[in-house]
């Protein structure tokens, strides 16, 4: 049990003095030092060191008062691991040279064992606990499996991966073939993170929100809930899907223990759509965070109030921005500390 | 009065045999006449020339049996005639290479007498009503203030237009001040426009569904709501906020005779959400035209179904791909045209 138990509190519902705080891509590079550690090593080095992974994971947390770490990785090892080698390109980001594009293609991807395959993950989340000292929990993540499949059919990142929509509507059973091979691998290796000590776990449906209701349901959230049945007896699952407003109300009903939520839903809406029944986490606009800090603390403990300080996470509606100042982020985590 | 007048019956709210249909950027790369005429002329040549937009704005029209036409144009020339030169840079898109930036940078903005600067519409309009000849209403459009300040402050296109939304929140004086010059502007464009025959008009807020249900409301809303009050006696606005379910509930409250929504919100949720008492527009996910044809047949007229056929507008969710063959388009609006 870690001496700052307020993220696994809020998790369980208990009640806390102040919602817990944790900043999505908080290990990232509006840190100076993790930039310098850009300098030394490409990106997935970065990922399959465990010496870096666990440095990486811990330069937040010693720069701001943060409830919870996340372990720093990439939800592209998965695919990686089954047999499709994703790399950074230059000026592209993630690049996938032959994009899936048939059912041989999905027939021939692997599922090797999790130990073998993404041994580096867990020697990283050991290393990190250990530099952690039981002070904060540790959250492992995975993406979802559409959000793995738009990248894997896609073969990169895009505004409305049209083409993996495309892919899913012109042949729905190679896709939901793709999709479960995706999600028991997923299944094997998030519990495999619990096992080495995570205290929990998220679940990254970044591109849901660019699937219609109906769509989701059959492509995106079918997967999402198999992965979190499987898993929320072991940890609390965490579910974030950007752009999926419309499925709270579903997503409230299933095991997961907390859903986040983007800035474009207000904390009104996302308490209504989901009943008040479960945890949220969420939302303050990344943009934001390049407001004066007087403005991210003021708008900041205002969000809590929107929300309310029980059953909530507060957090960012997406990845914290490469420009923000670390004051910045300093202001929004103190904003948090210091509400009452 | 045009002699198919479904499409004004729907905006206004009467009843009708069946929704009206057309599609945003019908007028686009998916015909090959379209594209062959992109060989030609460059995109801002073909927006200029009304000999050209007028053919090009007939090119669905003779193709398809839709029941509104759409004015070939731009949402860039408003701010091209108030000073900003964008220009459409090969493998960028739209791009300004000084970009708005300070205060002084938003006042030397000026506000022509929009004859004088944007008469080629107008001409443009001209022609193409005497090329309809009065078979179906000729539909102008705009962008939304909030949609060219995205532009005008990035200079070009993104995803998340973070740099517009920084812009705003850290000075919002200047956002306010540039965003109603825009509007005013508009207001002189769009009354023109009506004044040489439109039936109708829409507001295109492409990127509104990027802020937060507040930000929305003081960045965007406020000034699509001062054009559609300006306006609305002249002739049925339709607003169109890509990703905008949140304020919905607001804009049904507004003089707009129509509300445009994307896919990813449910026809029952959109309903819901303006209280069953506004005309709706869209939603079907252009992506989705590239399913088998039968499949569009048959979601089409599901979509029917559960946005009902009265106080209802067929279109996508947002503008058809360049990709869509043109059977898939003709499987579409033959499911409206047939439906019963």
């Given at each position: 049990m870690p001496?700052?138990?307020?993220?696994?509190?809020?998790?369980?519902g208990?009640k806390?003095?102040?919602?817990?705080?944790?900043?999505?891509?908080?290990?990232?590079?509006f840190?100076p030092?993790?930039?310098?550690?850009r300098?030394?090593?490409?990106?997935?080095?970065r990922c399959r060191?465990?010496?870096?992974?666990?440095?990486?994971?811990?330069?937040?947390?010693?720069?701001?008062?943060?409830?919870?770490?996340?372990?720093?990785?990439?939800i592209?090892?998965?695919?990686?691991?089954?047999?499709?080698?994703?790399?950074i390109?230059e000026?592209?980001?993630?690049?996938?040279?032959n994009?899936?594009?048939?059912?041989?293609?999905?027939?021939?991807?692997?599922?090797?064992?999790?130990?073998d395959?993404?041994?580096?993950?867990?020697?990283?989340?050991?290393?990190?606990?250990?530099?952690?000292?039981?002070?904060i929990?540790?959250?492992?993540?995975?993406?979802?499996?559409?959000?793995?499949?738009?990248y894997?059919?896609?073969?990169r990142?895009?505004?409305?991966f049209?083409?993996?929509k495309?892919?899913c509507?012109?042949?729905?059973?190679?896709?939901?073939?793709?999709?479960?091979?995706?999600t028991?691998?997923?299944i094997?290796?998030?519990?495999?993170?619990i096992e080495?000590?995570?205290?929990a776990?998220?679940?990254?449906?970044?591109?849901?929100g660019?699937?219609s209701?109906?769509?989701?349901?059959?492509?995106?959230?079918k997967?999402?809930?198999?992965?979190?049945?499987?898993?929320a007896?072991?940890?609390?699952?965490?579910?974030?899907g950007?752009g999926?407003?419309?499925?709270?109300?579903?997503?409230?009903?299933?095991?997961?223990?907390?859903?986040g939520?983007?800035?474009t839903?207000?904390?009104?809406?996302?308490?209504?759509?989901?009943h008040?029944?479960?945890?949220?986490?969420?939302n303050?606009?990344?943009?934001?965070?390049?407001a004066?800090?007087?403005?991210?603390?003021?708008?900041?403990?205002?969000?809590i109030?929107?929300?309310?300080?029980?059953?909530?996470?507060?957090?960012?509606?997406?990845g914290?921005?490469?420009?923000?100042?670390?004051e910045?982020?300093?202001?929004?985590?103190k904003a948090v500390v210091?509400?009452?």
């Open positions: 001496k700052n138990n307020l993220f696994l509190d809020a998790l369980a208990r806390v003095q102040r919602p817990p705080v944790w900043m999505m891509r908080q290990a990232g590079r840190l030092e993790f930039r310098a550690m300098e030394k090593y490409d990106f997935f080095t060191r465990p010496d870096l992974a666990a440095e990486i994971t811990l330069m937040p947390v010693k720069r701001l008062p943060i409830d919870a770490a996340i372990l720093f990785s990439d592209l090892v998965v695919p990686q691991a089954m047999g499709m080698p994703f790399e390109k000026s592209v980001g993630p690049f996938l040279k994009p899936i594009a048939s059912q041989r293609d999905i027939e021939k991807l692997q599922m090797p064992d999790v130990e395959s993404l041994g580096y993950v867990f020697e990283a989340i050991d290393r990190t606990l250990c530099l952690l000292d039981d002070e929990p540790l959250i492992g993540f995975s993406g979802s499996p559409w959000t793995i499949l738009c894997a059919v896609e073969g990142g895009s505004k409305t049209d083409k993996a495309v892919f509507f012109q042949h729905p059973d190679w896709a939901h073939l793709l999709l479960q091979k995706i028991d691998y997923t094997a290796y998030l519990s495999k993170k080495h000590g995570v205290h776990v998220q679940i990254f449906d970044s591109w849901g660019l699937l209701p109906k769509d989701y349901d059959e492509f995106s959230w997967y999402i809930n198999q992965i979190t049945e499987a898993l007896d072991k940890a609390p699952v965490i579910v974030f950007k999926c407003w419309f499925a709270l109300e579903t997503m409230c009903d299933s095991k997961a223990s907390a859903l939520v983007d800035w839903i207000s904390p009104q809406k996302a308490r209504e759509f989901t008040n029944k479960i945890t949220l986490q969420g303050f606009d990344p943009a934001k965070l390049l004066p800090p007087k403005k991210i603390y003021a708008e900041a403990q205002q969000m109030r929107e929300f309310g300080v029980q059953k909530y996470i507060v957090n960012l509606g997406h914290i921005l490469p420009d923000v100042p670390v910045n982020a300093e202001a929004f985590v210091e509400f009452n």
